[in-house]
Every structure is written in structure tokens, then in C-alpha cells.
């Protein structure tokens, strides 16, 4: 973690980075882009800190946007089904 974020940053990337370990294994990575494995792991982390009332929208958002962008709508909705079960 980089000691120059503060704590709600740290705590964020730590969910985030926890994510991707749950879920994009070596046997499960090439099911998703990249693109779609960061907003998936984002998603996990920014539901998770927002259950405990941790606002992390100030980084979650802009990142969240920048990796969906160009993203196809039925995909996002089967990553986002992926994410509710993993935040739950």
C-alpha cells in the first residue's frame, strides 16, 4: 500500500487488491479483459466500502468510468452479477 494515500484510500486498494485475488486466479484470469477484471475488483471494493459507510467516490468513480467506457452492457451486467455474490 502507498503510505502517501490516506487510511479510506488504503483500506479501498486493499479490497480492491483482494478482489483480484478471489476472483482472477490463474485458472479464472482469461475469463475477462482486463479492463473488465479492474471495474469488476473496483466494484467489489467501492460496495464493500459503501455497506461499512466508507465514502470512496472521490477515487472509485473516475475509475470505475475509465475502465467501463467502452465496455459492452451485457457484459457489465454479467460482471456485476460476479461482484454481488463476491461483495456478499
Known amino acids: 500500500l502507498n503510505p502517501r494515500n490516506s487510511q479510506l484510500q488504503n483500506t479501498k486498494t486493499l479490497l480492491?487488491?483482494?478482489?483480484?485475488?478471489?476472483l482472477h486466479?490463474?485458472?479464472?484470469?482469461?475469463?475477462y479483459s482486463?479492463?473488465?477484471?479492474?471495474?469488476?475488483?473496483e466494484m467489489i471494493a467501492y460496495t464493500t466500502c459503501s455497506y461499512f459507510g466508507l465514502d470512496t467516490?472521490?477515487?472509485?468513480?473516475?475509475y470505475l468510468y475509465n475502465?467501463?467506457?467502452?465496455m459492452d452492457l451485457d457484459k457489465c451486467l454479467d460482471i456485476i452479477k460476479e461482484v454481488?455474490?463476491?461483495?456478499s
Open 67 to 70: 475502465w467501463s467506457k467502452d
Open 34 to 41: 482486463e479492463e473488465e477484471r479492474e471495474y469488476q475488483a
Open 84 to 87: 454481488k455474490d463476491t461483495s
Open 57 to 62: 467516490s472521490e477515487y472509485s468513480l473516475n
Open 25 to 31: 486466479t490463474i485458472e479464472t484470469r482469461n475469463k
Open 16 to 22: 480492491h487488491e483482494l478482489a483480484h485475488a478471489k
